[in-house]
Nanobody
Framework: QVQLVESGGGLVQPGGSLRLSCAAS????????MGWYRQAPGKQRELVAT???????NYADSVKGRFTISRDNAKNTVYLQMNSLKPEDTAVYYC??????????WGQGTQVTVSS
């Protein structure tokens, strides 16, 4: 059973930075996309950023220019570098992996709180 384990969340002041990590418990074959989603209280889960196997990236308009998604294949890990954080970025952030045969894995989520 593949598990995705996120880390790196926490409390940060507006304008600050955090880097989220998501490590898979074992090698996942046939990855199509890796990505990050978030869910704020009372809101639906939304896409933050995705990275395809061919290194194409897609970002939500609200995070373009501030967030960067990347991966380290050797470590089976995907990252989300978040800069210039705003209070509206406060949410639980979830890691997501989708394979070419439409198997989807989710992490357990990590809380990001942006507040002074």
């Amino acid at each position: 059973q593949v598990q995705l384990v996120e880390s790196g969340g926490g409390l940060v002041q507006p304008g600050g930075s955090l880097r989220l990590s998501c490590a898979a418990s074992q090698i996942i074959f046939g990855i199509n996309t890796m990505g990050w989603y978030r869910q704020a209280p009372g809101k639906q889960r939304e896409l933050v950023a995705t990275l395809t196997s061919s290194s194409y990236t897609n970002y939500a308009d609200s995070v373009k220019g501030r967030f960067t998604i990347s991966r380290d294949n050797a470590k089976n890990t995907v990252y989300l570098q978040m800069n210039s954080l705003k209070p509206e970025d406060t949410a639980v952030y979830y890691c997501n992996v989708r394979t070419l045969v439409d198997i989807t894995y989710w992490g357990q989520g990590t809380q990001v709180t942006v507040s002074s």
